[in-house]
Nanobody, 118 residues
Framework: VQLQASGGGLVQAGDSLRLSCAASGRTLSNYRVAWFRQAPGKEREFVGAIRWDIGSTYYADSLKGRFTISRDRAKNTVYLQMNGLKPEDTAVYYC????????????WGQGTLVTVSS
């Protein structure tokens, strides 16, 4: 599975932004796709994930209500909609994929930078 993340940029606090993760190489029917982020000087943090086949989602507790993950089957793409952005959301955002039964995420995109100014 190859993943290509895009959509990052510079926004102001309170703005919204949608990131995309385009997948290629194989069908994602047995996969879970997740978003992670890593802020400068901090460890990588789980944002949320979606199970491709049934569309179920779950999120980090701290981000519930502001971030939404969805998928477009026809485009083989997963989205991360981010609303009410805060300066502390500044990070490189990565998408990753794993088979549903796998313990770890084996496939990673290259990351896209989101910068939120105050």
């Amino acid at each position: 599975v190859q993943l290509q993340a895009s959509g990052g940029g510079l926004v102001q606090a309170g703005d919204s932004l949608r990131l995309s993760c385009a997948a290629s190489g194989r069908t994602l029917s047995n996969y879970r796709v997740a978003w992670f982020r890593q802020a400068p000087g901090k460890e990588r943090e789980f944002v949320g994930a979606i199970r491709w086949d049934i569309g179920s989602t779950y999120y980090a507790d701290s981000l519930k209500g502001r971030f939404t993950i969805s998928r477009d089957r026809a485009k083989n793409t997963v989205y991360l909609q981010m609303n009410g952005l805060k300066p502390e959301d500044t990070a490189v955002y990565y998408c990753a994929a794993k088979q549903i039964t796998a313990a770890t995420y084996a496939y990673w995109g290259q990351g896209t930078l989101v910068t939120v100014s105050s």
